[in-house]
T-cell receptor
C-alpha cells in the first residue's frame, strides 16, 4: 500500500525539550509539506520541500526545523524556541510542485508539551 | 496570497443537498481551487478540484463563476457520515478556516 506514515500518533514532551516528528512516504512524490493545526482552526504551513536537499519556510516556521536528505523522508523538529508547540501536526506530499496536484496527507501526530 | 473565507458551520439533514461557499477575492491567475474533507484527528482527504466553470465527480460538484472569486462545493444527498470539516484550498498552501458540517438524522 502506498501512502504517508507519521509516527508516533501521540507524543508527550516536557517544556524545553526538542522533539522530532517523523514523516515517510512511499508514493515517490517530489514535494512534501508540514502543517500545524490548532483546535477548531485550519491548517497553517510550517515548511515545505519541493526537492531533496531543499526546503522553504512557510508562514509559521519560527521554532521549527526540517531536513530533506531523502526523497521519502521529511522529519520536523519542534525546538524549545517554539512558544506554543502543543498542536496536531500533519504531513502531506504531492507528485510535483504545481498547485493542481492533490495533497496526500498522513494520519497526523498530536504533540502535547507540558 | 489568496485569503479564503468560509462559513464557520452549517447544519443539514440526511438526504438534503448541501452547498458550501468559499470566498477568495484575490485568487491568482494560476491558482486551482481544491476542497478537502477532514474527520476529527485525521488528515484531510481530497474531494474535488477545479479551475473554472463546473467540475463533477462521484461524490461532489464544484461550481466556479467566471470571475473565480468564489467557489461552491455541492454535496448531493448527504448522509450522517458526511459530518466533517470541509476546507477550501486556493493555490498550493493556503487553506481556509474550514466549515464544520453537521448532518442530522
Amino acid at each position: 500500500d502506498g501512502g504517508i506514515t507519521q509516527s508516533p500518533k501521540y507524543l508527550f514532551r516536557k517544556e524545553g525539550q526538542n522533539v522530532t516528528l517523523s514523516c515517510e512516504q512511499n508514493l515517490n512524490h517530489d514535494a512534501m509539506y508540514w502543517y500545524r493545526q490548532d483546535p477548531g482552526q485550519g491548517l497553517r504551513l510550517i515548511y515545505y520541500s519541493q526537492i531533496v536537499n531543499d526546503f522553504q519556510k512557510g508562514d509559521i516556521a519560527e521554532g521549527y526545523s526540517v531536513s530533506r536528505e531523502k526523497k521519502e523522508s521529511f522529519p520536523l523538529t519542534v525546538t524549545s524556541a517554539q512558544k506554543n508547540p502543543t498542536a496536531f501536526y500533519l504531513c502531506a506530499s504531492t507528485p510535483g510542485q504545481g498547485g493542481f496536484y492533490e495533497q496526500y496527507f498522513g494520519p497526523g501526530t498530536r504533540l502535547t508539551v507540558t | 496570497l489568496a485569503k479564503t473565507t468560509q462559513p464557520i458551520s452549517m447544519d443539514s439533514y440526511e438526504g438534503q443537498e448541501v452547498n458550501i461557499t468559499c470566498s477568495h477575492n484575490n485568487i491568482a491567475t494560476n491558482d486551482y481551487i481544491t476542497w478537502y474533507q477532514q474527520f476529527p484527528s485525521q488528515g484531510p482527504r481530497f474531494i474535488i478540484q477545479g479551475y473554472k466553470t463546473k467540475v463533477t465527480n462521484e461524490v461532489a460538484s464544484l461550481f466556479i463563476p467566471a470571475d473565480r472569486k468564489s467557489s461552491t462545493l455541492s454535496l448531493p444527498r448527504v448522509s450522517l457520515s458526511d459530518t466533517a470539516v470541509y476546507y477550501c484550498l486556493v493555490g498550493k498552501f493556503y487553506f481556509g478556516s474550514g466549515t464544520k458540517l453537521n448532518v442530522k438524522p
